[in-house]
T-cell receptor, first 114, second 113 residues
């Protein structure tokens, strides 16, 4: 069966510090991968998605970047965090080629920027 | 483009009462629709999905949803609310691009004792 992991589960970082969040998927190959953010009181915002190693599409220009160094690994980064980067970050994956676009979500990372 | 609208950002029901969470979609023919649930500080979990096989879809935890093309709706219901149903619920449909989901803004369900 497939599983998706995210770490860390929670993170408190000062403004201006770097960020690295990691997501890995097990039990599948060549998944489509996604990073979402939920800010307080707001819905799901798609940040990035990837259809393969090294292939990243950015949905919203901002202070963040993403990378996919391995088939089942997706990393969200920032060089300098802003207060507005606080939120709940979710990674998700999808079976490529499946018509319904169903996505499977990880447990999330709670980021607080102080 | 496909879009999803959830009516009511907050819904409160008493324990044992009917739960009704509303979702309307835009599109001439939406082949797929989803309801996800999110418990506090957790990821999204699939409750149920419509894939054109049947208009009444049964999901986990006693929830079901009915696809009504004439009303462009896919409302989520549960006959009797339980305290453990308190969570945020998202309606979703394929959209944005060929590989994406478009999510509604979410409905926070509170269950009162």
């Amino acid at each position: 069966s497939q599983t998706i992991h995210q770490w860390p589960a929670t993170l408190v970082q000062p403004v201006g510090s770097p960020l690295s969040l990691e997501c890995t998927v097990e039990g599948t190959s060549n998944p489509n991968l996604y990073w979402y953010r939920q800010a307080a009181g707001r819905g799901l915002q798609l940040l990035f998605y990837s259809v393969g190693i090294g292939q990243i599409s950015s949905e919203v220009p901002q202070n963040l970047s993403a990378s996919r160094p391995q088939d089942r690994q997706f990393i969200l980064s920032s060089k300098k965090l802003l207060l507005s980067d606080s939120g709940f970050y979710l990674c998700a994956w999808r079976v490529p080629g499946r018509a319904n676009n169903e996505q499977f979500f990880g447990p999330g990372t709670r980021l607080t920027v102080l | 483009a496909q879009s999803v609208t959830q009516l009511g950002s907050h819904v409160s029901v008493s324990e044992g009462a009917l739960v009704l969470l509303r979702c309307n979609y835009s599109s001439s023919v939406p082949p797929y629709l989803f309801w996800y649930v999110q418990y506090p500080n957790q990821g999204l979990q699939l409750l149920l999905k419509y894939t054109s096989a049947a208009t009444l879809v049964k999901g986990i935890n006693g929830f079901e949803a009915e696809f009504k093309k004439s009303e462009t709706s896919f409302h989520l219901t549960k006959p009797s609310a339980h305290m453990s149903d308190a969570a945020e619920y998202f309606c979703a449909a394929p959209g944005g691009s060929a590989r994406q989901l478009t999510f509604g803004s979410g409905t926070q369900l509170t269950v009162l004792p």
